[in-house]
């Protein structure tokens, strides 16, 4: 059974600085990696996808890399702003269609 | 493009009563939509799986005969909480798959909804 696991769980940081978010997962047979936004009482907001196949993906400030023999993936968000803050989730996807979330990292960065 | 329309945002309604959650894809047709359900501070879980014209796919521990999907057209899917309980409780949110070429596909999601059983 797949597991996805999100470290930290919450992450404080001064406005400006470049910040790393972990995934990890067990079942290392994934269709895709996908990382998301998550506002409070909102819905989601896709960031990032990174096929099987790829390693990583950039958009903007957001670099996403996956590593799927050793089951990780990274978010880097680079300089960082107080409009960063929200819950970042990441989720595997099987070939199913079918998402597998982990808990999320609540990020807040400080003006 | 790609963007999935959830409503109500959010309901409240009394014990035992039903309610409705429509998602409607807006410029894409989906074939498969999901349904998950968040607690607080909890992971989004997958609930069930949404096939046009089928029967919807359950995750095991989810009660088919409580959450009654419906997949009907390629734009329309909608899961109703029939005799709520305030355990039911939660946030529930689709996804629609869209898929535009051999190699890649994403997620959209609708911005949920906030059910208060009371």
């Known amino acids: 059974k797949q597991e996805v696991t999100q470290i930290p769980a919450a992450l404080s940081v001064p406005e400006g600085e470049n910040l790393v978010l972990n995934c990890s997962f067990t079942?290392?047979?994934?269709?895709?990696l996908q990382w998301f936004r998550q506002d409070p009482g909102k819905g989601l907001t896709s960031l990032l996808l990174?096929?099987?196949?790829?390693r990583e993906q950039t958009s903007g400030r957001l670099n996403a890399s996956l590593d799927k023999s050793s089951g990780r993936s990274t978010l880097y968000i680079a300089a960082s702003q107080p409009g960063d803050s929200a819950t970042y989730l990441c989720?595997?996807?099987?070939?199913?269609?079918?998402?597998?979330f982990g808990k999320g990292t609540k990020l807040s960065v400080k003006p | 493009g790609a963007v999935v329309s959830q409503h109500p945002s959010w309901v409240i309604c009394k014990s035992g009563t039903s309610v409705k959650i429509e998602c409607r894809s807006l410029?894409?047709?989906?074939?498969?939509m999901f349904w998950y359900r968040q607690f607080p501070k909890q992971s989004l879980m997958l609930m069930a799986t949404?096939?046009?014209?089928?029967?919807?796919?359950?995750e095991q521990g989810v009660e088919k005969d409580k959450f009654l999907i419906n997949h009907a057209s390629l734009t329309l899917s909608t899961l109703t909480v029939t005799s709520a309980h305030p355990e039911d409780s939660s946030f529930y949110i689709c996804?629609?798959?869209?898929?535009?070429?051999?190699?890649?596909?994403?997620?959209?999601f609708g911005s949920g909804t906030r059910l208060t059983v009371v």
């Open positions: 989720a595997v996807g099987g070939s199913q269609g079918n998402l597998i």
């Open positions: 949404s096939n046009e014209g089928s029967k919807a796919t359950y």
């Open positions: 410029d894409f047709q989906a074939t498969t």
């Open positions: 990174i096929q099987s196949s790829q």
């Open positions: 996804s629609a798959r869209k898929v535009w070429g051999r190699d890649s596909d994403g997620y959209t």
């Open positions: 079942d290392s047979a994934i269709y895709n």
